[in-house]
């Protein structure tokens, strides 16, 4: 097919998914519409329980909040169109709007990977860097994480749309999908497309691809640590699950919508539109009801938030119960490291200050560790408190394994070695 004349170019488009359904494509908007309101109610709820509940201004918490946020924006800027599409036949989009919808579109989704990877990071943080996890986190020190990610992923994203805006579209003008997709517009481009296919190719490789291998790498080193350390790293590796959960589910639909739709097969053009559609809506939906359903102290509150809303003592624990909940857990865990983050699943049933957790928190310790803690300046913050307390506990469980493996060979008074070694162990017990 011939273009219609010399330096002609469409500026208007029609958005024609699922053409071949004929009749039955209005039936479409049921589904899609269940899944929208799904997933702004899941993620306006997740991200409403986060920013109102001061228990939850953990890191991590906001990480998914953040990705709460991206989920929540994502579908406002293709969803709304397409069920209008389905519902009363509107196809036709501008050249300028289609490029604003892939900006936003792709952006949006370049940062649901980045977001997984920051997690990740903060797994191997808070698991194989637990002393140094809170200096790490914080604003100042994340910095150095977040802001070349941000860069990287507003160049690329800007890059791919300004060469797609320099096209000619001299050709048709109906686009076989739901949404100004990259690559959908630029095959109604006349003329050589080779820089737009190589530059696509690049950002994919340098977003998702990268960020995934980084995931990898990051829970490669988690496990690793993991499984040197016993039970105790075995009990914090629960932490990670919901992460590994969604990253799973996310690369395998991302992977699955890239292959389909651009590797020539016999896949029909609905099916490769509907897994286009997918990987960048299911995870909207997907991600809030995990997040929700793993993480114990966001569920605590979104399941607070659902059934009162009264804000009556009845809904609430006593905070007798609260502080013997937080004075028993260090006997079922084997280090202080383990001690904080239990004792920090457990503080969420409660609405106390920073001093009464920190109360709470010394409370639980062990004997030998107040013991410890008598000599130093005890931090007036709950973070300062644990690092202390991690730094002590460590201290004295390398001395309790020197004191193990120094075995004396000969007694210079005799064989008294049956009432020695009572005595060397009641030394020893905290």
């Known amino acids: 097919m011939e273009p219609l004349r010399e330096n002609f170019s469409h500026k208007h488009f029609i958005l024609d998914g699922f053409n071949e359904l004929g009749a039955v494509r209005p039936v479409l908007f049921i589904p899609f519409f269940i899944m929208f309101v799904v997933s702004l109610s899941a993620n306006s709820l997740l991200l409403y329980v986060v920013i109102s509940q001061r228990s939850l201004h953990s890191p991590m918490c906001i990480l998914i909040a953040g990705m709460a946020c991206v989920d929540l924006c994502l579908p406002l800027f293709f969803v709304p169109s397409m069920l209008l599409s389905f519902l ?23 940062f649901q990977s980045t977001l997984l990877l920051w997690m990740a990071l903060d797994r191997y943080f808070a698991i194989c860097t637990p002393l140094y996890y809170h200096e790490r986190m914080a604003l100042p020190g994340f910095l150095k994480f977040m802001i070349p990610l941000v860069v990287r992923n507003v160049f690329m994203v800007t890059l791919v ?37 190589l530059v696509g190719l690049i950002s994919v490789f340098l977003i998702p691809v990268t960020d995934f291998f980084f995931i990898t790498a990051s829970y490669v080193v988690i496990f690793s640590s993991v499984l040197g350390s016993g039970k105790s790293g075995i009990k914090a590796l629960h932490t990670c699950v919901t992460h590994i959960v969604v990253m799973v589910v996310t690369l395998t639909i991302v992977l699955t919508a890239f292959l389909s739709y651009r590797i020539r097969n016999g896949l029909p053009a ?3 539109v509907f897994f286009s559609i997918m990987y960048l809506f299911f995870p909207s939906c997907f991600n809030p009801i ?9 569920r605590q509150q979104i399941l607070k938030t659902l059934s009162c809303c009264r804000f009556s003592e009845q809904g609430r624990p006593r905070p007798a119960r609260v502080k013997i909940l937080l004075g028993l857990v260090y006997r079922y865990t084997n280090t202080a490291a383990d001690y904080s983050i239990d004792f920090r ?7 106390w200050n920073s ?3 920190c109360d709470a928190f010394l409370h639980g310790l062990a004997d030998y560790i107040k013991d410890e803690l008598v000599s130093h300046d005890i931090p007036t913050t709950l973070d300062g408190v644990i690092e202390l307390t991690i730094r002590i506990d460590l201290r004295i469980q390398t001395r309790r394994r020197e004191n193990r493996q120094a075995t004396p060979t000969s ?6 070695t049956g009432k020695l070694l009572p005595f060397k162990s009641a030394a020893l017990r905290p």
């Open 345 to 351: 699943t457990r503080a969420n049933q409660s609405s």
């Open 88 to 110: 009363f036949d509107w196809k036709g989009i501008s050249l300028s709007g289609c490029l604003v919808q892939i900006y936003f579109v792709h952006l949006l989704g370049a």
């Open 355 to 357: 001093s009464a957790f």
């Open 161 to 197: 749309v300004s060469l797609a805006r320099m096209l000619l579209f001299c050709f048709r003008n109906v686009i076989n999908h739901c949404f100004c997709e990259h690559m959908a517009l630029v095959e109604l481009a006349c003329g050589s497309t080779a820089v737009n296919n």
């Open 411 to 416: 007694l210079p008074w005799g064989n008294c």
């Open 270 to 272: 609905s099916v490769r």
């Open 290 to 298: 995990i997040y929700g359903i793993r993480t114990t102290e966001i």
